[in-house]
């Protein structure tokens, strides 16, 4: 069994060959595919942590679309001052499939 725990924006996720994330937006290039940095390789027995192997692998992935994750409302409130404020807040997100890692 082989997989990565790639950096995928300000977080690090669990990817396998086929695994479906989503993250913070991304670019992708012409083709639609993207370059993800990998932070830890297992294959089977074999950990792989050190940044000078770890710079010869490759994780790629398919971008499948774009959207927009739910709502957040920021509400802030004095009381006997009359002081309200009300923001709101939704991530951009790109949802990849891992197709390999090499």
Known sequence: MVYAVVRAGGRQEKVEVGTIVTMDRIKADKDGNVQL?????????????????LAKVTVTAEVLGDLRGPKIVIQKFKNKTGYKKRQGHRQELTRVKITGIK
């Not at 940095?37 to 192997?53: F, H, M, N, R």
């Open 37 to 53: 940095t990998p932070v830890l390789l297992v294959d089977g027995d074999k950990i792989t942590s050190d940044a000078k192997s």
